[in-house]
């Protein structure tokens, strides 16, 4: 099993361009998410996913948007990106809700 | 409303001394609990989690954490902390399984 993939590793993007971070796992998890990383703030949700066709704001949602079209894919949208979305994106899948969960390797993001 | 305080940014400790990573939270129900690791440049990774049987509970690379209600704690343990656990650690709570929050995080270094 690959576990939970990421991609892309790094991007840097311009104030106001749009892109997506993909994510997608093979376990067969119902439940997947995305964090944002800062240095001395944790890890903050972003957008959950309880299952196919469902998804739900986390603590921090504005400026991302997300979709779940299959059980395998969770991308996140940014659709105009802004300086304070410098960051690093975790993306997580667990088959049991938020606790339990398995970690991609993260996206590090600059927008300039 | 959920919460977690992890006491300390950085601990310092001598290779072979004992381990403590200070957790506390705040939860209006039984919480669950759970200790991430997080390695150089890689996603997050479980430790160990409670989830309201035992109240000492063992992870892995030979950490533990015990749940003390009455002072709120979680507090992550290590009888002698070896040079591969240089790391941050996450202490995290979840009310629920569509919810969590992480603490910012301790940073743990160890002197040879």
């Known amino acids: 099993n690959a576990g939970v993939t990421q991609t892309p590793k790094f991007q840097v993007l311009k104030t106001g361009q749009s892109m997506t971070l993909q994510c997608a796992q093979d376990?067969?998890?119902?439940?997947m998410s995305w964090y944002r990383q800062d240095p001395g703030m944790g890890l903050r949700l972003i957008h959950y996913s309880v299952g196919a066709g469902i998804t739900d704001q986390g603590e921090v949602p504005n400026g991302y948007n997300v979709s779940r079209s299959t059980t395998e894919d969770f991308p996140l949208r940014l659709l105009s990106a802004a300086p304070s979305q410098t960051s690093v994106y975790f993306c997580?899948?667990?088959?049991?809700?938020?606790?339990?969960?398995?970690f991609g390797p993260g996206t590090r993001l600059t927008v300039t | 409303a959920q919460s977690v305080t992890q006491l300390g940014s950085h601990v310092s400790v001598s290779e072979g001394a004992l381990v403590l990573l200070r957790c506390n939270y705040s939860s209006s129900v039984p919480p669950y609990l759970f200790w991430y690791v997080q390695y150089p440049n890689q996603g997050l990774q479980l430790l160990l989690k409670y989830t309201s049987a035992a109240t000492l509970v063992k992870g892995i690379n030979g950490f533990e954490a015990e749940f003390k209600k009455s002072e709120t704690s979680f507090h992550l343990t290590k009888p002698s902390a070896h040079m591969s656990d240089a790391a941050e650690y996450f202490c995290a709570v979840s009310d629920n399984w569509d919810k969590i929050i992480f603490g910012k995080g301790t940073r743990l270094h160890i002197l040879p």
């Open positions: 376990m067969n998890h119902e439940y």
């Open positions: 997580a899948s667990s088959y049991e809700g938020l606790g339990e969960q398995y």
